[in-house]
């Protein structure tokens, strides 16, 4: 076994990534480097083996803020990459890998709290008047998602691939990943006028009509294809996000108090028991 530092494990680990997926690379280099900037210059079987790395994963990043669930889970996964690495290279014994391992495996993902009035802000404004510049289909989709996305706290893969099928009979409940979940008046209110809205913005195409829930309520054309997306096409979780993000761009200048007011602060919202199998 060679003692070496962290900083040249590291180093060394980085350069063999060659196979990897360019964006798992990058979320690699992105994590161990800052590990390499912290605690670079220790050995590192003794960093494996100690207290120093579990301390290193939930560190404040660089900017002095701490650290999102994600970026811990993506230290942790990082990390058990390079220890792997290392035991292969014969830098740290199967004793100490395990160890290491076992402080990865640990820490896992610290509790995210969020500040959930701007949230609750939103949702008051969204029983308002429509923003200057959202059009009419926007506006009713963009109630319908955040009022569901507060009874729901589903994550966007599943809200996106909801079809018209999984709205229960009278919109009280949606079925998204398997779960159904109860919809609240307000939120059933929302979704009825959606679906009348939907129902316009599909007429306009040919042929049969989707079967997701979502579509567009306006064309797009794909950034590297060059592929347009007409009216009434089905939108993706990314493009509900997206159409959320614009909403509350909007929503900004009459209320600044919503800048800061993201998917995951309506998610939030959502009840601790609010859905059954």
Known sequence: MVDVSVGQAVGWYLGALGDRHPSTARAYRWALRNLAETLGDDSFGKVMAGDSLSLWLASPTGGGHEPSAASVRQRATAARGLVRFAVEARLLDPATADIALQALRRPATPPVLRDTAPARLLLARAAGRRPHGVSWHVWVRFRAHVLTLADTGAPERDLGAARL?????????????????????????????????????????????????????????????????????????????????????????????????????????????????
């Open 165 to 277: 099928t999984d709205l229960g009979e009278d919109r009280v409940s949606l079925t998204l990943g398997g779960t159904r979940h109860a919809l609240g008046e307000p939120t059933r209110h929302a979704m009825t006028a959606w679906i009348a809205s939907r129902h316009d913005l599909v007429a306009t195409l040919q042929g049969s009509p989707p079967r997701q829930l979502w579509v567009r309520a306006h064309p797009s054309v794909h950034p590297r294809t060059g592929v347009v997306a007409a009216v009434g096409m089905p939108i993706t979780a990314r493009g509900l996000r997206k159409a959320f993000q614009d909403v509350v761009a909007a929503l900004v200048d009459d209320d600044p108090r919503l800048r800061t007011c993201t998917v995951a602060h309506v998610r939030a919202l959502a009840p601790a028991q609010s859905a059954g199998r």
